[in-house]
């Protein structure tokens, strides 16, 4: 079993769960991310090592909350 550690999530702060699975497919797209935050919905990829998790954003609602991706 590979075990992903807790991540902080940057949106609310608050930690998203750790999780253990057999296999850790590649995270791409935020469908992928085994850790999700509940409140959110900002996923984290499934890196193992904190440090290297980044993390995918759902689709802004309006324009104006967030400006486009640079
Ligand atoms: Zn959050």
Request: charge should be positive; proline fraction near 14%; glycine fraction near 4%.
């Amino acid at each position: 079993m590979v075990k992903l550690p807790k991540v902080r999530c940057p949106g609310c702060g608050k930690f998203m769960a750790a999780v253990a699975v057999k296999v850790v497919p590649p995270a791409n797209k935020l469908e992928d991310c085994l850790r999700r935050c509940a409140k959110c919905d900002i996923g984290a990829t499934n890196a193992k090592s904190p440090a290297k998790v980044k993390f995918i954003f759902p689709p802004p609602k309006t324009r104006e909350e967030l400006p486009p991706a640079a």
